[in-house]
Structures are given as structure tokens and as C-alpha cells.
């Protein structure tokens, strides 16, 4: 299940944390499921960076999309960017740039309601005061772990 394996992943992550010398506990975040369908946030919570994760599936079978960081003052790239065509990369160009997709119907047209209906959407919100760095790493651990299909440069 999706969640588990961030879960798992999370739970790694505060090893490698301890490892450095820093730690990341369980209590400086937490892993905000908002399901499938899911509804777009309105907002990041004050006080949190955040790890945007989209898969595409199953709760058994499901393959990771989309995994992004937004920090403390990003509040568009975590509630809205991804959803359209606006900002320079979006989650919604590239599903619209996909054959795959295309051969099923999504267009610019419809990517948006399409995505809400269809993908996962799962954060970890991370307390900001843990700085920029450990946001980082936890993007780049769940990229490594997960390796998104857009995610190129990895």
C-alpha cells in the first residue's frame, strides 16, 4: 500500500537522520493521506514545508508519478501548480505529454479533473524549523527510493 511504503521509508529516514547527526522524529512531521479520488489543498499548513507525493493505481499496485518539495512560503507549487499549466513544470503537462495517458482521454482540457479523480495525493508535512536541508533529503531519499516516472534526472 502506498502509505505503508512511505510510512517504511519515513521510518528509514529518521535512521539516516539519527546517522548524521540530526535527527528528524516523529513528531517534527506527519503523512497526510488525501486518498484517491482526493481533493486539491487549499493551503500548506503554517509552520511546514512539505513532500508532495502522486502515484497512479491501485492501493496494491500503483506506480509513483510525481514527488516534490514545496517549503515554507510555496504554498502555490503545493495546492495548485501541479494541477495546470502555469509554472514552468507541472505534474499536468507532463501527464498531457504522455502517450500513455493520451491513449486514455486525458487532455489539457480535462488533466485537472481527471488527475483529482485518478491519483493519489499523500504529504509529509515537515515542521520548518527542521530547515530546507531536511526537506531536501527527504525528497531526494523518496526519489531514490520510488523513482518517479517524472522525475528524468534521477
Avoid at 120 to 147: P, Q, S, W
Amino acid at each position: 500500500m502506498i502509505v505503508d511504503d512511505i510510512k517504511h521509508q519515513m521510518k528509514y529516514i529518521e535512521e539516516i537522520t539519527m546517522t548524521l547527526g540530526d535527527k528528524l522524529e516523529p513528531e517534527d512531521y506527519y503523512i497526510e493521506n488525501l486518498g484517491c479520488p482526493h481533493t486539491q489543498p487549499k493551503r500548506l499548513p503554517k509552520g511546514y514545508a512539505a513532500i508532495y507525493i502522486f502515484a497512479y493505481g491501485t492501493e496494491t499496485e500503483y506506480e509513483y508519478l510525481k514527488i516534490g518539495k514545496a517549503n515554507e512560503k510555496s504554498n502555490a507549487r503545493f495546492t495548485s501548480q501541479h494541477y495546470g499549466f502555469h509554472a514552468p513544470s507541472t505534474l499536468a503537462k507532463s501527464i498531457c505529454s504522455d502517450e500513455e495517458f493520451q491513449k486514455i482521454g486525458v487532455s489539457p482540457e480535462n488533466v485537472k479533473p481527471w488527475m483529482l479523480q485518478n491519483l493519489h495525493r499523500i504529504n509529509v508535512l515537515i515542521k520548518a524549523d527542521c530547515g530546507k536541508a531536511m526537506t531536501e533529503l527527504v525528497e531526494a531519499i523518496f526519489h531514490y527510493g520510488f523513482r518517479p516516472r517524472y522525475e528524468g534526472n534521477i
